[in-house]
């Protein structure tokens, strides 16, 4: 079993246990929202929005940089 496999079964194991030891149901709020889900959602949800953002801020940094290096080379 090669180093990678390894590693893709011990994440995936431990994401597993925390699915499981994270499943009571806890009730957000925002504004007038309400939802429930359990919180291992409530955390995965929030890492993904993270993730998604992260990455279109990396993005627009590098535009920006690249459009700030093209205006000074003219």
């Known amino acids: 079993m090669n ?3 390894a ?3 011990i994440l995936s194991s ?3 246990i925390f699915i499981v030891q994270n499943v009571a149901v806890v009730e957000i709020g925002f ?3 309400r939802a429930a889900m359990s919180s ?3 955390i995965f949800f ?3 929005v993270g993730f998604i953002l992260g ?3 990396h ?3 590098v535009y920006r940089k690249s459009k700030r290096e093209l205006a000074y080379l003219r």
């Open 40 to 42: 291992a959602l409530l």
């Open 46 to 48: 929030t890492l993904m």
């Open 55 to 57: 990455w279109f801020l």
């Open 31 to 33: 504004l007038f929202w």
């Open 7 to 9: 590693l893709i079964l």
């Open 59 to 61: 993005s627009y940094l």
């Open 14 to 16: 431990m994401a597993v």
């Open 3 to 5: 180093l990678k496999l």
